[in-house]
């Protein structure tokens, strides 16, 4: 793999020099010559495996044309999307240090240093790069508010993530629902600390942003908790796993508790069973059937008609099955209970025995507990059961 990823950098490189020295050939006929024999030198470094050679010769490379310039750009990038930021880094910022460049060469060579600073998680130095470039360009400042979003993100500095979401497009419309969530962890940190007041105001601004966002309904179910407002804090919670029921990976240990001190279990049990026929929704049958195993309310016989059919007919996770198989055992006589249905039941624990119950759904991570945001795409609700 490692063999694999290597000669990935000479291919994207050379394909991104190839496209750099058309369109420098197109315009200057008659200058390419000498430049590019000097540069295929190098591309051959990169070819024979010898990047710190491939460096060196570029690095030691005097004249900076509009050529020369993307090249450097092209090859450290390079460096960077496969994770050799120290050399990329070396690249950007010799070529930062050349005193030629155009206004335009020096605003993409800053971006592309921004880039390494961020990428090898020094987020102070990739802060004030992207600041500068902002401060010198502010009308063509979209990429690096994007970059500083994520910044303060990683640094949950979610007053400064809202200040430069400002100046991120309104064209993009997750934008959005993702100022909301900021504004969220600003109400949800508040009501940590007690601060009721300001855990309002926040929602308030959640909701200019993001008004049908499920997590305001979430917030407002601890705030009813923590006012032992408990059916106040169940109608908040139900809406939002009527919003979006993957947030029951979020919300179900907090409806059980709420309702274990209110209306009881089955207020929870009769909930779901009536949500999961009206959605037929899987991952609610699957909070079903952890609800009946974990805390056993009063059923009917409705639950055991749902799971034989689902059995039949859905296309079920493994945990459900495991889980519909221990419930029909449960409900089944002793007498009843055959030795296959038993076999079955342990070979079904041993393969999910370990197993995460939480993955992104855009980069496939896998996690033990939901998250408003993965952690490594760094993608916003995009986690769910697996
Ligand atoms: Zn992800």
């Given at each position: 793999m490692t063999e694999l990823l290597f000669l990935l950098l000479p291919l994207a490189?050379?394909?991104?020099?190839?496209?750099?020295?058309?369109?420098?050939?197109?315009?200057?006929?008659?200058?390419?010559?000498?430049?590019?024999?000097?540069?295929?030198?190098?591309?051959?470094?990169?070819?024979?495996?010898?990047?710190?050679?491939?460096?060196?010769?570029?690095?030691?490379?005097?004249?900076?044309?509009?050529?020369?310039?993307?090249?450097?750009?092209?090859?450290?990038?390079?460096?960077?999307?496969?994770?050799?930021?120290?050399?990329?880094?070396?690249?950007?910022?010799?070529?930062?240090?050349?005193?030629?460049?155009?206004?335009?060469?020096?605003?993409?060579?800053?971006?592309?240093?921004?880039?390494?600073?961020?990428?090898?998680?020094?987020?102070?130095?990739?802060?004030?790069?992207?600041?500068?470039?902002?401060?010198?360009?502010?009308?063509?400042?979209?990429?690096?508010?994007?970059t500083l979003r994520e910044i303060y993100e990683q640094l949950k500095d979610w007053h400064k993530a809202i200040d430069v979401t400002k100046c991120v497009s309104s064209e993009n419309m997750n934008q959005t629902r993702i100022t909301a969530h900021y504004y969220c962890e600003l109400a949800s940190q508040e009501l940590e600390n007690g601060n009721l007041y300001l855990v309002d105001d926040h929602l308030k601004q959640a909701k200019k942003s993001h008004k049908d966002s499920p997590r305001i309904e979430i917030i407002l179910g601890d705030i009813a908790t923590h006012e032992e407002k408990y059916s106040k804090a169940i109608k908040h919670y139900e809406a939002a796993i009527k919003a979006d029921s993957r947030l029951l990976g979020m919300v179900f240990d907090k409806l059980i508790n709420v309702s274990e001190k209110s209306s009881g279990i089955e207020q929870v049990y009769n909930f779901l069973i009536h949500y999961f026929k009206k959605s037929k929704d899987i991952d609610v049958l699957e909070y079903l059937l952890d609800l009946v195993h974990s805390h056993n309310p009063k059923q009917d016989t409705e639950l055991h008609k749902i799971i034989e059919a689902e059995l039949q007919?859905?296309?079920?996770?493994?945990?459900?099955?495991?889980?519909?198989?221990?419930?029909?055992?449960?409900?089944?006589?002793?007498?009843?209970?055959?030795?296959?249905?038993?076999?079955?039941?342990?070979?079904?624990?041993?393969?999910?025995?370990?197993?995460?119950?939480?993955?992104?759904?855009?980069?496939?991570?896998?996690?033990?507990?939901?998250?408003?945001?993965?952690?490594v795409c760094h993608y916003w609700d995009t986690i769910a059961k697996i």
């Open positions: 490189f050379y394909s991104g020099w190839q496209a750099a020295r058309k369109r420098y050939k197109a315009k200057n006929k008659n200058k390419v010559g000498k430049s590019e024999t000097h540069f295929v030198k190098g591309i051959n470094y990169l070819l024979n495996e010898q990047p710190d050679k491939a460096l060196e010769f570029f690095l030691n490379h005097s004249a900076i044309d509009e050529y020369t310039a993307e090249t450097f750009l092209l090859l450290g990038n390079s460096f960077r999307n496969r994770g050799e930021v120290d050399r990329a880094l070396k690249v950007h910022q010799n070529l930062i240090a050349r005193p030629k460049l155009s206004k335009h060469q020096k605003e993409a060579a800053m971006m592309a240093l921004g880039k390494d600073f961020f990428a090898a998680g020094l987020l102070d130095k990739a802060e004030s790069v992207f600041k500068e470039l902002l401060d010198n360009n502010p009308k063509n400042g979209t990429e690096a508010c994007q007919t859905n296309k079920l996770s493994l945990q459900s099955i495991l889980k519909s198989i221990k419930l029909l055992l449960k409900l089944a006589p002793k007498s009843e209970q055959n030795k296959e249905l038993i076999l079955l039941e342990k070979a079904l624990e041993n393969h999910i025995a370990g197993q995460l119950d939480f993955q992104c759904q855009h980069c496939g991570y896998k996690m033990n507990e939901y998250l408003w945001r993965c952690p």
